[in-house]
């Protein structure tokens, strides 16, 4: 009996001491091995930082201020030798780890120390952001000592666009809460984020040479019901909207880098032009009284004249300010969903299609998109056009970010074009994510996060040579029925999570199982934007 409870007394005291944290990194490393023991965060903690140079600044600032935030621990800053015994060291490697590349990084967790390393800041920020979840199971564990359970992990992401859209026309988002969007993305090792800035419903972006488009295009009236067709009264004030100004846009464009994010600026071409044709009619083939558009439809004959030069004229002039404000190479010129009805019957597009030999009004679009495709060429950037581009003998040269299907960007990518993959079927975030019932309203279409989960970028059929011009995929969130940050957020959360596993971990590595019990541990701190 005595040696029973002696017994007892030892499994209670194992189980006292708990058990090792699991490891509940989202998205799954490509390799990570458990080890015996943890290593304890504490105030005694030292944080250094070896190799980083200029770049150190800010990182430091980035890591120690999010410990502060999510830990309530203030670190030390030391320097990398220590004989301390108890420190964690992000060190950039003196030669590069070939098995790394641009973005991997290696993180070692021993009871007396952690090490981060990698061949370039944005693989030690990615580190960081491991390290910070690792801390999870401790944190809600509520223990006194914050635990990080001792491994060996080497990881690297599978595709190096891994991108997370916002469409801020549809309703306006404020800056906080875009740098919220951006912390969100690099939580989950995100790092492209596609700024849809202009579209029926509003004009986002202050352009210095056309002032009224914010003054006009950027504002429509305030309704007390959003589901409504009705056209905008001549009576009715326009005061619902907003705009960021260039300095607005600068500060974000620097805090997403600090974050390893580049922005994508979408400036819509040549559909989806409601707010710019309130602002210029005479920018329109007919002369239809166009508003900024209300409700969550668009004038489907909204278009710009492809036959007026001034039109021409104008986006390149509007996309000489966007290429100086955005240092990411790549524009997205849009080209979705350009209902032609009003070029089919305007003698200045009928003229341009016959001065120009062109097919017909698709063809005008083909030729428009590549005018405005070969003016970034000269401004140094790269064109990215929705997959409403691609035929079977498409001849634009830019990246196509496909939203139709699989098929779509299969096409494209034998063409030799690069493709990101957004499809309908798995990446639009602003459909339901559960039964409609019992769901507030979105838009029609259904994207449970287990579907979301099943995305593979790579559609099958495709050389290795072609699958090389599949740079990733993104999520997108249009907003027609997304008016406050809480509900973007409900949409985008946990289904970002999901995405994040698609385009960063080895496919073969992939189990929705484990994602979901993984997913447990991250729910609560998935971040609020009342935070
Ligand atoms: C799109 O959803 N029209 C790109
Ligand atoms: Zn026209």
């Excluded at 602002?279 to 007026?308: E, L, S």
């Excluded at 350009?338 to 030729?367: G, Y």
């Excluded at 990518?413 to 559960?434: D, M, R, W």
């Excluded at 287990?450 to 599949?470: H, R």
Aim: glycine letters at 4%.
């Amino acid at each position: 009996m005595q040696r029973f409870i002696v017994f007892l007394s030892v499994c209670l005291l194992l189980v006292g001491c708990g058990k090792p944290k699991p490891i509940v990194v989202i998205p799954e490393p490509v390799d990570c091995t458990p080890k015996k023991g943890a290593f304890v965060i504490n105030n005694e903690t030292y944080l250094c930082f070896d190799n980083l140079e200029e770049s150190g600044r800010e990182f430091s600032k980035v890591v120690s201020d999010g410990f502060k935030q999510l830990l309530k621990v203030n670190l030390n800053l030391g320097d990398e030798d220590s004989q301390r015994n108890n420190y964690i060291l992000f060190e950039l490697n003196d030669k590069s780890d070939d098995n790394l590349g641009e973005e991997g990084y290696t993180l070692v967790v021993k009871r007396n120390r952690v090490i981060a390393k990698a061949n370039t800041p944005a693989g030690l920020f990615y580190a960081y952001q491991t390290l910070l979840q690792l801390t999870y199971p401790s944190q809600l564990a509520n223990e006194k000592k914050m635990e990080i359970p001792c491994c060996k992990i080497t990881d690297k992401p599978r595709f190096a666009y891994r991108g997370a859209h916002l469409d801020v026309s549809r309703h306006f988002f404020d800056v906080n809460f875009v740098k919220h969007y951006i912390d969100i993305m690099a939580a989950y090792k995100l790092n492209k984020f596609h700024w849809h800035l202009t579209d029926d419903h509003g004009w986002r972006i202050q352009i210095d040479r056309y002032p009224e488009l914010t003054k006009i295009g950027a504002w429509r009236p305030e309704r007390s019901s959003w589901d409504t067709l009705h056209p905008v009264l001549p009576e009715e004030p326009c005061t619902y909207g907003g705009y960021y100004t260039k300095a607005q846009i600068r500060d974000i464009v620097e805090y997403a880098a600090a974050r390893h994010i580049d922005i994508i600026p979408e400036i819509e071409i040549p559909g989806h032009c409601s707010a710019i044709l309130a602002t210029y009619p005479q920018y329109a083939c007919d002369d239809y009284p166009y508003t900024v558009a209300v409700g969550p439809y668009w004038p489907p004959k909204a278009i710009m004249c492809a036959g007026n030069d001034d039109v021409l004229t104008f986006y390149k002039n509007v996309l000489d300010e966007v290429a100086e404000l955005f240092p990411y190479p790549y524009i997205h010129i849009g080209g979705d969903e350009a209902f032609n009805d009003n070029w089919q019957v305007c003698p200045k597009c009928q003229q341009r299609i016959a001065d120009k030999h062109l097919a017909d009004e698709t063809d005008l679009q083909r030729w428009l998109m590549n005018e405005i495709e070969q003016h970034l060429t000269t401004l140094g950037k790269k064109a990215i056009m929705w997959d409403d581009i691609v035929s079977d003998d498409m001849v634009n040269k830019c990246a196509v970010m496909c939203w139709q299907g699989l098929d779509v960007a299969k096409t494209a990518a034998k063409h030799g074009n690069e493709v990101i993959l957004c499809p309908t079927s798995h990446c639009y975030f602003n459909f339901y994510q559960a039964d409609p019932e019992t769901e507030p309203l979105a838009m029609t279409g259904l994207i449970t996060l287990e579907k979301a989960y099943s995305f593979d970028p790579v559609p099958e059929g495709l050389t290795k040579e072609q699958q090389k011009k599949i740079l990733g995929g993104q999520c997108n969130l249009w907003t027609e029925f997304i008016n406050t940050p809480e509900q973007a957020e409900y949409m985008l959360l946990p289904r970002l999570c999901a995405l994040a596993e698609c385009v960063w971990t080895p496919a073969d590595k992939k189990d929705y199982k484990n994602f979901t019990q993984r997913l447990d541990y991250h729910k609560p701190f998935l971040p609020t934007a009342n935070q």
